[in-house]
Nanobody, 121 residues
Framework: QVQLVESGGGLVQAGGSLRLSCAAS????????MGWFRQAPGKEREFVAA????????DYEDSVKGRLTISRDNAKITVYLQMNSLKPDDTAVYYC??????????????WGQGTQVTVSS
């Protein structure tokens, strides 16, 4: 079973940058699409970005396009989320997930524990 561990969260000022990482526990990771989701206090979890197993296709939620970039390194069994031009509205717990099917609507049975991102104004 794939286990996922996120890192890289923290406190940053508006306009700043962070890079989140998600390391998988085994090489079966490379067979899965990978997604980043987030949940802000009092809100439902929402899709942020996802990437196919090969890295050839990505999808982004509209509000993060041009600011956040998802990538993966299958040799290191790690997926990344580069976050630039951060806004206070980006404050949330960020989760990575592994799954199959549609990038945005597919099944994601494997989840990490989450990492907190806080953007101050």
């Amino acid at each position: 079973q794939v286990q996922l561990v996120e890192s890289g969260g923290g406190l940053v000022q508006a306009g700043g940058s962070l890079r989140l990482s998600c390391a998988a526990s085994e090489r079966t990771f490379i067979r899965y699409n990978m997604g980043w989701f987030r949940q802000a206090p009092g809100k439902e979890r929402e899709f942020v970005a996802a990437i196919t197993w090969s890295g050839s296709t990505t999808d982004y939620e509209d509000s993060v396009k041009g600011r956040l970039t998802i990538s993966r390194d299958n040799a290191k069994i790690t997926v990344y989320l580069q976050m630039n031009s951060l806004k206070p509205d980006d404050t949330a717990v960020y989760y990575c997930a592994a799954g199959l099917g549609s990038l945005r609507e597919g099944q994601y049975p494997y989840w990490g524990q989450g990492t907190q991102v806080t953007v101050s104004s």
